[in-house]
Nanobody
Framework: QVQLVESGGGLVQPGGSLNLSCAAS????????VSWYRQAPGKEREMVAT??????????KYVDSVKGRFTVSRDHVKETINLQMDNLKPEDTARYYC???????????WGQGTQVTVSS
């Protein structure tokens, strides 16, 4: 069983930055795939960024709308997946969820989400 806890959301003005963190317990394996999803009111949940693989062969994907503004990374010591969000736009407003697909069991795990609001 994996537990995911997100943190770092909040209210920020357009052009501002936030750093989201997803803590996984008991930890993240190199075979796991971890993603950040977001869901805005009235919209479907969409994948924002995905990271998988060991340190030397990490694979990363982003949705086109955040390329060049968001950066996903893994902290191997803290067992966290971080999402650095820069140049935030009002359309980035959503609840952001951490998702882990186990490379061992193929099970899916979701966190409770953290709210990000971009508004002046």
């Amino acid at each position: 069983q994996v537990q995911l806890v997100e943190s770092g959301g909040g209210l920020v003005q357009p052009g501002g930055s936030l750093n989201l963190s997803c803590a996984a317990s008991p930890g993240i394996l190199n075979s796991d795939t971890v993603s950040w999803y977001r869901q805005a009111p009235g919209k479907e949940r969409e994948m924002v960024a995905t990271i998988t693989g060991p340190r030397a062969r990490t694979k990363i994907k982003y949705v086109d709308s955040v390329k060049g503004r968001f950066t996903v990374s893994r902290d191997h010591v803290k067992e966290t997946i971080n999402l650095q969000m820069d140049n935030l736009k009002p359309e980035d407003t959503a609840r952001y969820y951490c998702y882990l697909k186990s490379g061992l069991s193929d099970n899916d795990y979701w966190g409770q989400g953290t709210q990000v609001t971009v508004s002046s």
